[in-house]
Structures are given as C-alpha cells and as structure tokens.
C-alpha cells in the first residue's frame, strides 16, 4: 500500500520538539505524543521513565532527560500513565485530535516502597557469663571431665553427690563419720596428714587421698594440711559431734567439704580433673596431685 505523508513542523512546550501530523492513503489521520517526566521535588527528570497506553497496547521509554514520544497514535481520547520505581504512578487523559500535535507532562511524586513483610526467627545463642568463659574454654580442649548447666538441670534439685556420680564425672566418695560425703582420689594414696575418722575426741587420721575443691575460683578445701575439726566433740553442741561448716571457709582452708552441700540448682558448671597433670595451672597447688573439683555458681 502506497502511503502519502504531509509532515508539519510543530513546537511542542518548551522543549522543542517536532510534532507529525501523517495520513495514510486511507485518510485516516495519525498523531504523535510527546512530553517530560518530572520528579515533584527540584523538577529534576526521571529517567527512563516507562509511558503506556493501555488501550492501544502501547509502550514507550523516556530518555535520560525524562523527555518520551509516542507516534501513530490514531484519534482520540485515551488513559496515559507514567511510572517509574521509587515513584508513584500518575495517569492523565488525553485526547489526540485531527491537528496530529498532543503533549503531556507528568510530575511523578516519590514514594516508599514497601516490601513484604519477612518474619525472621532464630534461637538466641546461650548467654555465657564471664566466668565461664575458660570454663567453656577448658571444656573444648576436653582435658578434664564436665558437667554443663544443662546437664545440670536433668537433675532438679538434686545433690551433687548424685549428679557426679550418675554423668560419672567422679566415683570415688567415701562417708565420713558425721555423714559428710568426700570426694577421694583414685589414682594416689595419702601423703597429707589426713583427715577426722571419728566421732570423738581421739581424732583417727584417714590415709585417703582427698580432691582439693574450688568454688568460683577460690580454694575452699586442700589435702596438703588437713586439720581437726574447729568444733570439738561436745563442745558448745549439747552433747553432739560436729565439725566446722566448710562453707565458711577461704582460699587456703583445709577443711574437708560435704559435697552435698551443694545442689543441682545452684551450680552453673561443674569440673573435674584427676590429678595434677590435668589440674588448670592456676589451681595446680601441692593438693592437686589428688585431683581438683571446681564449682561454679549461678549468677543471682
């Protein structure tokens, strides 16, 4: 089909641009879309911003300076949008007459743009208190045995004794005669003096050899001097044996310690070492050659 083209030269706005009134061989007149796309703030252009016709099925892209065009659009009244990401879109209608010339400005209104809501979860790491650093430390180098807090909470409200003994931590105990329950070496034999083996005043030494203990990095009990009791057979008890309460004492005592002293909800770790060898460097005293019991606390 031969087609004759009548072409007039038009302004369109201030951005001087040609507009093109064309006619096919069947008179059916075509025209032209032209403008800019704009951002509210600062006028500045948007680039590239995309302009459809949905009636016409008709697509174009602005240039970097914003400025877009459309041709042979047939007559008439039709929606335009301009839209552009960070932007909210805007539609115009237009109508294209017989002139062939139309132009369309758009001022896009920036926009935030939302995305869909992503719900993350996760278990928050265990909280590891200060002093358990080298606990854990220890425990990852595996030279010793260990009882964890949540070992520890298997056995609700239980006494030491039985925690030990049921992860096998350590199985040596032995009774004392007020029934305090001690935890001895497997390894050596006793070379301290000893410790009480009686209920009275003649004081029996005990040829065992006794694990130090240590609570919240404190020497509470040692094999190397083992003394008698600070409180004597009937003396200020109404007739009653007894021996000073291990719980008072300081780094350096050596008073032996009931380990049942002790429960399960009121330990944070557990640790025990069988000799000196394995014994950390700074509870390495003269005692440990019988092992080393180390306790921490719950923090408050």
């Not at 240039?63 to 909210?88: H, K, M, Q, T």
């Given at each position: 089909m031969r087609i004759q083209r009548r072409v007039t030269a038009a302004a369109v706005g201030a951005f001087g641009w040609l507009s093109l009134h064309v006619t096919d061989a069947d008179g059916q007149a075509k025209a032209?879309?032209?403008?800019?796309?704009?951002?509210?703030?600062?006028?500045?252009?948007?680039?590239?911003?995309?302009?459809r016709v949905p009636e016409l099925d008709r697509f174009a892209q602005a240039?970097?300076?914003?400025?877009?065009?459309?041709?042979?659009?047939?007559?008439?009244?039709?929606?335009?949008?301009?839209?552009?990401?960070?932007?909210?879109a805007r539609r115009a209608f237009v109508t294209v007459t017989e002139t062939g010339a139309a132009t369309q400005n758009f001022v896009l209104a920036r926009s935030t743009h939302l995305l869909a809501t992503v719900d993350v979860r996760a278990k928050a790491p265990p909280r590891t208190s200060p002093k358990m650093v080298d606990f854990e430390r220890r425990r990852q180098r595996g030279l010793g045995k260990y009882v964890t807090r949540a070992d520890l909470e298997r056995y609700p409200g239980r006494q030491l004794e039985e925690v030990l003994r049921s992860t096998s931590v350590a199985t040596q105990f032995i009774k004392s005669p007020?029934?305090?329950?001690?935890?001895?070496?497997?390894?050596?034999s006793a070379t301290n003096m000893g410790m009480l083996a009686s209920r009275n005043a003649d004081y029996v030494r005990d040829t065992r050899c006794h694990v130090q203990v240590v609570?919240?990095?404190?020497?509470?009990?040692?094999?190397?001097?083992?003394?008698?009791?600070?409180?004597?057979?009937?003396?200020?008890t109404g007739g009653r044996g007894g021996m000073s309460d291990p719980r008072t004492q300081v780094q350096g005592g050596d008073d032996p310690i009931d380990l049942n002293l002790f429960f399960t909800d009121q330990l944070e770790g557990v640790e025990f070492y069988p000799d000196?060898?394995?014994?950390?460097?700074?509870?390495?005293?003269?005692?440990?050659?019988?092992?080393?019991?180390i306790l921490w606390t719950r923090d408050k």
């Open positions: 032209a879309l032209s403008g800019r796309v704009t951002a509210d703030s600062g006028g500045l252009p948007v680039s590239y911003a995309g302009i240039d970097s300076n914003g400025v877009y065009r459309l041709d042979n659009l047939r007559v008439g009244s039709f929606v335009v949008i301009a839209e552009a990401p960070g932007f909210r007020s029934g305090q329950t001690w935890l001895i070496s497997a390894r050596q609570l919240d990095g404190a020497v509470i009990s040692s094999s190397t001097a083992l003394r008698a009791p600070r409180v004597h057979a009937g003396e200020n000196a060898t394995t014994t950390p460097v700074q509870y390495r005293t003269g005692a440990a050659v019988c092992g080393t019991l």
